[in-house]
């Protein structure tokens, strides 16, 4: 009879079910298909093969049974197990302990084929048991399958971590810098006075210096010392100015006159007069070479004309002490006694900004190599601080109290730092990042006022020079090549030398 009610319902229904269990509920369109018991709508009936089922005896169960072919087990580390290898089985417990480790890594991946070394004892017929390569058994391991796309995800996710890791660099230790200079040259009768410049270092690397009447030339490369010059007894030599090409050398006197010397044959070439008083400062450009002097003038000579000067700049109201052109010729700074800065163009006779923020002399002035219209100044005892301009516009950009009298200033060629040298109190040279005035470091060394700089032609090494009569060489800035940080010379090197 049951057959038959099936038949009729169309409906193949397991034995024990009647027809009457089920019904088709079209209270609403939206009606599903219902199991009818006694039980509690939340309840769901369990279909059972018995013959006795009845709805009154409904069970629920939440009962879930995975399939163990798509599980991940390995994923956690859940490894069984074997059983050990049977007594007596000779040669074939590393038969059998081969064919599991194929199994499992056919089953489980290759991570899983690994016995532990412990299990070899001195049997040697036993296979060592198979265990977990790490006894956390929970431990969630990440997979490492190839993906099926190189577009997916995963690889992406994985090649940018590991971009990441690589291109992240660990933090750069501040870079050492010698504490001590590696060569020390005694340089006699080299004055103390904030208005001179009387160290230079050519593009040629030969160091001019001048020492009371005289010009001496030192030879970095094999130091060598050659006499220049050596001016009347009633005449002293005030500044040293090399040519960019490092073949011809000017020399500023305290009558007033410049003379153009070849640094080569130790030969004078040309003496141009125009000054009143002391020629206390020099720069060259391509072309032009400027003199400022004592008696507040800037005088411009050109080698090309026969006149000693082609044209004159008045603009300050003390001596002039400071003077640089910037590296593309088109601007000259000029610094004086009178505290101010004076920015001067190429064609014109009146300065085009006056900066009046020092409040003493401004001897230190330096133009950026690496930016242009960038220039920094150092005031002198009252005023100590170093200054960054603008000179576009004329704003000032920053800057910074040093604590003590600024002589010099000298941008690095290799990295966007520079160096200043010091007077009053502290007598110190201290290097500089750039922009955010971070201390490099803070050199000591000389007894009184560190008046002149000079940077070598490769841009590694400076030269000082104090009222103490010493010229000492320090490795300060690294090379433009490899910026590793600079090695401590030996102990040799740090013998005097007398420049004369």
Known sequence: MDSDQRRKSGINLPSGMSATSLRLDTQSPNSFLSISNRASPRSISNLSSSSSWSPSKSTCSDRFIPCRSSSRLHTFGLIDKPSPSKEGAGGGGGAHEAYTRLLRQELFGPDFGCSSPAGAGAGGGQGSPMVSPNKNMLRFKVEHSAPSSPFSPSTLGRDYCEFSSEGSAKPKLPRKVPKTPHKVLDAPSLQDDFYLNLVDWSSQNILAVGL???????????????????????????????????????????????????GTQCKRIRTMSGHQTRAGVLAWNSRILSSGSRDRTILQHDLRVSNDYVSKLVGHKSEVCGLKWSHDDRELASGGNDNQLLVWNRHSQQPILKLTEHTAAVKAIAWSPHQSGLLASGGGTADRCIRFWNTANGKQLNNVDTGSQVCNLAWSKNVNELVSTHGYSQNQIMVWKYPSLAKVATLTGHSLRVLYLSTSPDGQTIVTGAGDETLRFWNVFPSMKTPAPVKETGLWSLGRTYIR
Request: aromatic residues 10%; glycine residues 8%; proline residues 2%.
């Open 212 to 262: 009371g009447a005289c010009v001496y030339l030192w030879s970095a490369s094999n130091s060598k010392v050659t006499k220049l010059c050596d001016l009347e007894p009633s005449d002293s030599v005030c500044a040293v100015q090399w040519t960019r090409e490092g073949s011809y050398i000017s020399v500023g006197t305290n009558l007033g006159q410049v003379q153009v010397w070849d």
